[in-house]
């Protein structure tokens, strides 16, 4: 059975974030959370750890600008 399902079953409802406000503790977890560490490996909390945005997780990409004449522009020209 799922996360969810599971506590309902307790009358314990969840919400998305630690952001929102809800009623229950939040589903996702902040990766970085030091709490997560005492955690037993399994627990459900351990499952959905994730950053606050995709700057965490992707990595930096290099953006080149061409004018229509396939000329490089400086970034000062961009």
């Known amino acids: 059975m799922g996360v969810v399902q599971d506590q ?4 314990a409802p969840l919400q998305y974030r630690i952001y929102e406000h809800g009623a229950g503790p939040p589903l996702l977890q902040e990766y970085v959370d030091p709490a997560l560490k005492t955690l037993p490996p399994g627990h ?8 606050r945005s995709m ?8 953006l ?5 004449d396939n000329v490089d522009l400086d970034e000062d020209d961009a």
């Open 55 to 62: 700057r965490d997780v992707e990595p930096s990409t290099n």
């Open 44 to 51: 459900w909390k351990r499952k959905f750890r994730a950053n």
């Open 64 to 68: 080149w600008v061409r004018t229509m």
């Open 8 to 11: 309902r079953k307790v009358g």
